[in-house]
């Protein structure tokens, strides 16, 4: 029924298809089932963890192990898995990690899990969702309409999340925040469904050679990567421990985020849809270097709330300004994978696993950072981390943002 949905919404948008529609739906719904679940319980995981007496310490150990098994193991093991079985198939190992990892999270009052396994098992599952996803994506996107198409992914995604904070906020405040972890883990298993709908996009059964891609030709490429990564897991992890910790204080801060979190999704929608069409008329570079800098300032901004609207007004702000630097540097990826025939799983898993690390080098030094001075004081060093790592994501050099405006 959703599919049926999905086409009579996209379809006729999509009319310089005539074929490979099938595979892109299936993306869509899938995106939009993630962004669901993923934002039923991503928002609220740190503020989780702070309202069962976690400190700050505790989080940021757990989050740098999410990195560090990525960086050393995870990564590789899943590009070597797309190669074996395809990117469909390597998704749904994701989807049921991440259902595991919401087990984890369901049972953590009672059983205490270490956080080496937390963080374990939750990152290993978002390694098997964005270098499927990736893959799969760059391989079916359409040449000339692939930001028009990437808008949609992400339209559909904030579809999803525009719902899952009012779901999850509804059910932590009347069953209990651990419960969130429940309702999260039966999305994932609706959403895996489509993914068995066709055949894999790309060739199955194949053989990963990392020494034949010219890593000196990519060097801007893989940098760029890991500050995009780096900026973007310090907003998803420290704005929710700054907003749990120093302003949204008391019972109602699952609802307060929820309602915060879904209210501003309405302008990721208008931004992705408006973006992914001003990137098929070749503004795409121009686009990223005036949002990364408009970002930048945000972050410094992020400090000085103190107050329910000023944390909205950052929230749909930011909203914004993500989906101005994301939708170009990802269609700008995608493209560079094109122009390396029989290494695009290559390509994209090497650019995860230097990110990983990166990542992990970074929380890790976060960790101790949060034994010597106070939790505000942490949340405004990555505040001022994430400025700093938005204003370098413009040392991309991709070829396809070269061409400029006619």
Not at 81 to 88: C, E, F, L, N
Not at 154 to 173: F, R, S, W
Not at 179 to 203: D, Y
Request: hydrophobic letters at 50%; proline letters at 3%.
């Amino acid at each position: 029924m959703f599919k049926k949905i999905v086409y009579k919404w996209l379809k006729h948008r999509h009319f310089w298809r005539n074929k490979d529609f099938d595979e892109l739906s299936e993306l869509y719904i899938t995106s939009f089932f993630r962004g669901l679940s993923i934002s039923i319980t991503g928002l609220f995981i740190p503020v989780y963890m702070i309202r069962l007496h976690y400190s700050i310490l505790s989080i940021l150990i757990m989050v740098a192990w999410y990195f560090t098994i990525r960086a050393v193991a995870v990564d590789i093991i899943t590009g070597y898995t797309v190669a074996k079985i395809g990117p469909k198939h390597s998704l749904l190992i994701g989807f049921l990690l991440l259902t595991i990892s919401s087990g984890l999270f369901l049972t953590l009052p009672h059983h205490h899990w270490p956080l080496w396994l937390l963080g374990s098992v939750w990152g290993s599952s978002y390694s098997f969702f964005f270098i499927p996803f990736n893959v799969s994506f760059s391989k079916v996107k359409h040449e000339k309409h692939g930001g028009r198409e990437l808008g949609y992914t992400y339209i559909m995604t904030q579809l999803g999340a525009a719902a899952g904070p009012l779901i999850g906020a509804l059910v932590a405040t009347i069953f209990g925040a651990r419960f969130i972890f429940l309702a999260a883990a039966i999305l994932l298993l609706i959403g895996a469904i489509p993914l068995f709908l066709s055949a894999e996009p790309v060739k199955i059964n194949q053989k990963l050679d990392f020494t034949k891609i010219k890593a000196d030709g990519l060097i801007r490429d893989y940098f760029s990567f890991c500050v995009l990564g780096m900026e973007n897991t310090i907003c998803l992890v420290m704005w929710p421990l700054y907003l749990g910790l120093f302003v949204l204080i008391g019972s109602s801060v699952y609802a307060k985020l929820g309602i915060m979190s879904s209210a501003t999704v309405i302008v990721s929608i208008i931004a992705s849809y408006s973006f992914g069409r001003l990137i098929d008329h070749n503004k795409g570079r121009q686009m990223l270097r005036t949002t990364t800098i408009l970002n930048a300032f945000l972050h410094t901004l992020r400090p000085l709330v103190q107050s329910y609207f000023a944390a909205f007004l950052v929230n749909f702000s930011n909203e914004a300004i993500t989906q101005g630097y994301r939708l170009p540097y990802f269609k700008a990826m995608y493209d560079a994978a094109d122009d390396l025939p029989g290494h695009r799983i290559v390509y994209v898993t090497s650019m995860e696993m230097l990110a990983s690390s990166a990542k992990a080098t970074m929380w890790w030094i976060f960790v101790l950072i949060a034994g010597i001075i106070s939790a505000r004081s942490v949340t405004t060093v990555g505040f001022m981390v994430a400025a700093a790592a938005s204003l370098l994501i413009m040392t991309e050099r991709f070829k396809s943002l070269n061409i400029r405006s006619i």
